[in-house]
């Protein structure tokens, strides 16, 4: 099976002392970094997403910042391609789907930042698009939210939309199980 790798906005902004840090992102980090490993050693295709916020009114992501940069545990290579976006779906206004297309692959497995915002943003117009789709759970992380005076932890926000990811838009797994049955087709 051939599949694509899609690294959504793994950047220094969302790590702890960045502009706006989310629940457990060195470990998602970590398992995106295994991930990637595991398809650059395979010869799979990657591609890097980098959100740039250009506005006046931008919080975090800003061009020119520490924090818009890719974190180091997923660099892109000199020949891997990052792809700049402005919104939370990777699709919109950029040319991710051509490269999807391009690649002529039968998988695009999603991992990233922000599971409640971009990743799934990113998943459900890939499903939209046709794609079939895979998400590697272990290597997305989200932040704590807040709603109607509640506030909904990190790894719960994690969860609830994962769950509803899995619910008709992907198959989610984790960097582990993804590995494993790559193993056991080849």
Same mark, same amino acid.
């Given at each position: ?6 690294? +959504? ?12 840090? /989310? ?10 970094s295994? /991930?990637? &490993?595991?398809?650059?050693? !395979?010869?799979?295709? +990657? ?7 250009d $506005? ?14 890719i974190?180091?545990?997923? $660099? ?5 391609p990052?792809? /700049?976006?402005?919104s939370?779906? !990777? ?10 297309? *391009? ?7 999603i ?13 459900? $117009?890939?499903? *939209?698009?046709?794609f ?9 992380? &989200?932040? *704590? ?5 509640? +506030?909904?932890?990190?790894?719960? +926000? ?8 899995? *619910?008709?838009?992907a198959?989610?797994?984790t ?12």
């Open positions: 099976m051939a599949r694509l790798l899609v690294i +959504v906005d793994i950047q220094n902004d969302y790590f702890p002392g960045g502009a706006y840090p /989310l629940v457990g992102t060195e470990a998602a980090a970590d398992r995106a295994a /991930l990637l &490993a595991y398809f650059r050693e !395979s010869g799979e295709p +990657v591609v890097h997403v980098q959100h740039v916020w $506005a006046p009114d931008a919080t975090f992501m800003r061009p020119g910042t520490h924090g818009v940069e974190n180091d545990a997923v $660099a892109p290579l000199a020949d891997e990052v792809v /700049l976006k402005g939370p779906n !990777s699709f919109l206004g950029t040319d991710l789907e051509q490269r999807v297309r *391009d690649a002529a692959v039968d998988d695009v497995v991992v990233g930042m922000m599971t409640s915002m971009c990743v799934d943003s990113t998943v459900r $117009a890939a499903a *939209d698009l046709g079939a789709v895979t998400v590697a759970s272990d290597a997305c992380a &989200a932040p *704590d939210l807040e709603f109607g005076g509640t +506030v909904i932890p990190g790894d719960v +926000v994690h969860a609830a939309f994962l769950a509803a990811l899995g *619910d008709g838009f198959t989610v797994t960097v582990g199980e993804l590995i494993q049955h790559a193993h056991a087709e080849a």
